[in-house]
């Protein structure tokens, strides 16, 4: 069948549009400012936690020096970290996330620190269904000059570390397989292993919009 002359014209006139929506880069994040402050030493304060979990906080700042570390940053011991706002009166990540960047790199030496923010964490339990989902933001903050170098966001879920199999059919078969969930994300808070994985998938080095690498890593430069 042969094209009418309309259709001719409009396929013509279409053809660029679609190259140029095809060849169009799709923009990444600015690194500039990264680039040009050259951190090797990260302080990762508390997280600000916004969900019930009281564990929260404890439970991710523990999974995230090592994305940190792997990806080549020099990352201040969180042990210490908070034993010295402790000793200085600041004994909540809220508290914490007030203290100005020029005292916080006179006192720890970094050369950024990274702030977080926690919008999930923990069980969620449905007649049907079971998860544990673990959901935060951070943002890379230069101690020196007060400028975001980075920011990004990282989430997980049971699913991404293994659920109970129960083989049953039927509502039944659902509403004892979510029970079953429900009690091992319980007794075994699993909480902490999702932390795990989404404190990995925050803290990403490397491209497309991950952290720069460190200078210990010897991919530093590459990105």
């Not at 007030?98 to 006192?107: D, I, M, R, T």
């Not at 269904?129 to 020196?144: I, Q, R």
């Not at 039927?170 to 932390?195: P, R």
């Amino acid at each position: 069948m042969k094209l009418s002359h309309l259709a001719r014209l409009c396929l013509c006139a279409a053809l660029p549009l679609m190259a140029t929506a095809c060849t169009t880069p799709v923009k990444g994040p600015d690194y500039t400012a990264f680039r040009s402050a050259k951190p090797r030493s990260i302080l990762v304060l508390p997280p600000v936690n916004h969900t019930p979990d009281v564990n929260a906080s404890t439970g991710l700042i523990a999974q995230m020096t090592h994305p940190l570390a792997e990806g080549g940053y020099y990352v201040v011991p969180v042990a210490v970290e908070i034993e010295t706002f402790r000793q200085n009166g600041l004994d909540t990540p809220d508290d914490i996330m007030q203290a100005p960047a020029a005292k916080l790199q006179s006192v720890f030496g970094a050369d950024a620190a990274l702030y977080t923010t926690i919008t999930a964490y923990g069980s969620v339990y449905q007649v049907l269904s079971s998860n544990t989902v673990v959901t935060a933001t951070s943002k890379l903050v230069d101690l020196k000059t007060g400028s975001v170098l980075w920011s990004g966001s990282g989430t997980a879920n049971s699913g991404d570390v293994g659920d109970p199999q129960v083989a049953a059919g039927g509502i039944i078969g659902l509403l004892v397989t979510a029970a079953v969930k429900q009690a091992v994300h319980n007794l075994t808070d699993q909480s902490f292993d999702v932390a795990h994985v989404a404190a990995e998938r925050l803290l990403r080095v490397g491209p497309p919009d991950g952290l720069l690498y460190g200078p210990r890593s010897v991919k530093y430069g590459t990105d």
